[in-house]
């Protein structure tokens, strides 16, 4: 168009749009590949590439080259700033720049002084850390553009789901300064739940999912309700704690003790700069290794006093001395889940997203904390799962496929807190069923947490065939702790299923589970048949045959009932005014 | 969300369940059953919701303009281009006249115009042959009303005969902008006025991409590309639409080769006309282009700077030369005067010096004189000769200082005993000190 200079955004049908994620410690890109969403490797083949800006005689390092010169040139190079963007400087956390440039308060922001020009006697800059941001996600859309071949317009970024919005304006003020347009911000959990329910293969269904971001420098857990692909968070706990460097560390120290221990006389490569980002660099490949195989090797050339080191580990050893951060990362972990009003056992799905979540202790440990019909999303749990560096990478590339096509002003009028904000329902809705014992049960077909208006359709059988009853009802779960002697209750409910071995397993971390519990004990969650809403009749079912059942919530908690018999005319209709 | 199968079974019908549409309604939802919470505006089942939420549509609704709109794809470009309205005036044209009518706008092009595909004007000639087919016109009771259709054969003739197309895109006016005048460059964008000229320009271009005309923003390199480009600019353009027809008649050559001679001359003429336009369009541009005054004054700037700081070092060092050769002989100036001072001021010490002694030399004298010459009474000539002699000799055995000290100790003695001793005292030191001989001064030292 030949306004194009003038507008603020490109035309929808001129864009070319990536997902970004942009972490604190590492950042990806991924594209659409035939509705697919893949990582683009950068130059140096890094699909994770470490957000870290390195200067070396006036040349721009990023990514995993920039990471090397940790250990040769850590004044000039910026790790771990993304936190910072729009940030004042007394509410950030410098720890993890203590290896690299410190930030240094700078008039609202946080900036860094950096040698960033040629010659030995040019003057430093001070760089804010938007200009940081800025030129770093210059580099991450360069090489994505040279990947695809032609210029990446806009992106779809995602942030973690505690960012304010003045980190958030920080952000596209960054990019947009790197001539990036930003469609959208969304949240990194939401982000690798749409990796997953993006796939082709994956049917939409009703669930509450748990998202452990597991990452460098802090852990975020979110839960989140999934209605009808529609996610709605119902908690999020945060750590900076427990996250990937609590495991570095727990291999620096080993390794450090080891090498002093080997070498009497030498000095703590702990205590020199130089030998600690040397020992933090091999700490982490090593961690990344146990993650692959069970045995890794550690060495590095000179670590202290001109030493060299070399050493392995084995996973088990790595599992025990690491054991406080892995158990501290299950407490995070059950603590979203309580904090969200919810039981391990009203999780359906488990999502490991992060670099952190290759460890298999981790989703092991998460194994024996939820049930067992709980899926866990991690690497060694699942053979399907999505490489959890990758995920939200990915989800960010779908999202950004599926609104590319959309005006800048539409996406807005869209993600407005008028469309976002709903009504969601508390109880969950319906119908009355009978077990094989001829007991009623509840069969759940609009459940708790659903955004209204929402519409759900099942079928249910009719085996008997004749005139059959639709009893609409509300219905409530609650978990019902059954005291040893048991009491075979098949009521059809998979989620009712026993959870022995979690229970043998709780030995290991039962600091989580409700303290007053006590050993043998099963706990269920039941449903528990609520008031009556509506009744409707299906007649003349045949034998063997299924029920259509369709309920519509209408925003003002109306509700629409049809019924009818699955390859039947005609059918029930039938609408319940809101209280 | 489509259907889901839940392993349940339901219930029987009780005996004796009766109702009006074999639906009762009971119960009410819970009282406060909802909480409102925040959905993550993010996947496409959310920009299903999204767009139900902002047109007010219920489920059922949205489903059935979805699956219309999805079903409707296919046909859907069919509609767009002829939805232009016909200008009754235009269907009254006659074909004969095709020179002059607009091919476009006679097949509902004319948004299109040259950037219209060769699939579009397929289309649109299929889409208007439907509707004007003569046949169709008899139906109606309008036999031989093909005049339109003749028109919209001839439009797709030229425009699907991409030399002809060529020529008559050349003098399309309806697709040419307009520069702008100085009273909508007052109020609007300066970039987006002319960008639309150039773009409507670059039409005519043997090369592409064309450079855009960019912002307020855009590089000095952008901006000189930008017009080197189009003061160098390779234009397809020709006017062959405009010539006037050749008699193809066999009758008379002369007259055909005048007429075409006419009609090239014509053409060589337009195209010079062309040129001139399009570069007298660029001057106007140019001349008003912020951006180009901006770079040259940056560009004067720099150069000035240079200048002047050449200048003013060139200043600094004059002034650092002048200062140092001041100081030179200031300092010359002062040494000089110092050792004028320090002359004069060790002339007047020999000089008082040499006062002292003459003093002190009249003290000795006067002190011997004062003891009268250590005698009794008149002292003789000859004594007086001795003594004078004596304070003589020891005068020029000792040097001013000793002199200096032995005038102290005689100044102010009268008593004879008293000067005598101090002058025995002296004779003696001397003796000792070896400057004098024993007997020597024998008036003053017995």
Redesign the interface.
Known sequence: M?????KSGPEPSERTTIGITFGNSNSSIAHLVDDKAEVIANEDGDRQIPTILSYVDGDEYYGQQAKNFLVRNPKNTVAYFRDFLGKEFKSIDPTHNHASAHPQESGETVAFTIQDKEGEDAAPSTLSVSEVATRYLRRLVGSASEYLGKKVTSAVITVPTNFTDKQKAALIAAAAAADLEVL?L??EP??AV?AY??RAETK??DKIVVVADLGGTRSDVTV?ASR???????ATAHDYEFAGFALDKVLMDHFAKEFMKKNSGASDPRENARSLAKLRLEAEATKRALSLGTNASFSVESLADGLDFASTINRLRYETIARTVFEGLNRLVGSAVKKAGLDVLDVDEVILSGGTSHTPRIAANLRYLFPQNTRILAPSTEPTAINPSELQAR?AA??AS??QDYEAEDID???H???????????A?G????NEAGE??F?P?VPP?T???A??????????G??????VV?GNTHIKVTKPEPKAKEN?D?KAAKVEDADDSDEDDSDFDDDEEEEEEKREKVWKI??????????DVKKGG???V?I?V?SD?S?I?TAREVGGKGG???????? | ??????????????EG?E?E???????????G???????????????A??????HKR??SEDDRIQAQERAKKVEDNDDSEISEPEDPMMLQRDAKDWKTQDHYKVLGLSRYRWKATEEQIKRAHRKKVLKHHPDKKAAAGRADDDNFFKCIQKATEVLLDPVKRRQFDSVDEEADVEPPTKKQLAKG?Y??LW??V??SEARFSKVHPVP????E??TKEEVENFYNFWYNFDSWRSFEYLDEDVPDDNENRDQKRHMERKNANARKKKKAEDNARLRKLLDDCSAGDERIKRFRQEANAAKNKKRLEREAAEKKAAEEARLKKEAEEKAAKEAEEKAKAEREASKKAKEAAKNAVKKNKRVLRGSVKDANYFVEGDASAATIDAVLGDVELIQGKIDADELAALAGKLNGLTVPDKIKGVWKSEVERLVAAGKLKEGEAKTLGA
């Open positions: 030949a306004d194009n200079g003038v959208q969304i949240s939401v982000a749409l329910d993006g939409i269904e989140l009808g692909g529609m996610y709605t968070i119902l989800g779908l999202q599926l609104i009028q869209s993600t807190a008028a469309v976002t904000t709903v009504p969601h329902v508390t109880n809705i119908v009355i069923s009978l009623e049960t069969a077909i947490e955004a209204v208006p519409r759900r359709t099942v079928h249910l059988s009719a085996p008997n004749g005139d059959v009853l639709v009893k509300e059809g998979s609520g008031s009556t809403l509506a009744e409707a009749a299906v007649k299924k029920v259509e369709s519509t209408n908690l509700i009932v029930v209709r039938g609408t319940l005014t809101s209280a | 969300m489509e259907a889901s199968v839940l392993p349940f079974t339901l219930p029987s019908l009780p369940w109702a549409n074999s639906f009762k309604a009971i119960g009410k939802t819970t009282q059953g909802t909480t409102q919470r925040t959905l993550e505006p993010v996947g496409p089942y959310f920009l919701h999204a767009r139900r939420a902002r219920t489920f964008n970039y987006k960008a639309h150039f773009k855009s005309f960019g912002d923003n855009s």
